[in-house]
């Protein structure tokens, strides 16, 4: 999804049996204020002709940051979405076995790309275990190599 600067972060989801909350109360609310930005944008621009291509990626945004929200939460009785719960015991294997998964292929990227390695090293940018999270720092541009 995207951060409070517009990058894009991706997170990696499944649906593993544990009873962990997929989503914490303080991302809930995150997304949930993304969601309201992008909508106050939308409407702020709603009359000018010469955003409409704006428009279109914002309304873009608007429906993955909903679809992302509905799909990981549920509606609580006050209205407020909630977080759905994992439901049992596998999510500590599931957890474990994408570290694994993960550290290997890291150490494969150290060996042949330092930089690379560097960058992915760094928990900042990416988080796995309980919660799994690739958010790039700013400034990273990445550039697509054609053979």
Known sequence: M????????VALQWQPDSGQD??????IRRYE???????????EGKDDPSLAKDRD??????????????????P??????????FPNDAFARQSNLLGKHLRKVLKCIQMNDAELWKHLNDKDVLRYGEINRYSPTKGIVWQEISE
């Open 33 to 43: 204020g993304m969601i309201r930005d992008v909508e106050i944008a939308l409407r």
């Open 76 to 85: 609580g009785p006050d209205g407020r979405r909630l977080a759905k719960r």
């Open 57 to 74: 990626v914002l309304e873009v945004k608007r429906d993955e940051l909903l679809a992302f929200l509905v799909e990981h939460t549920k």
């Open 22 to 27: 997929i989503l914490d109360e303080s991302e």
């Open 2 to 9: 995207f951060n409070n600067e517009g990058q894009l972060q």
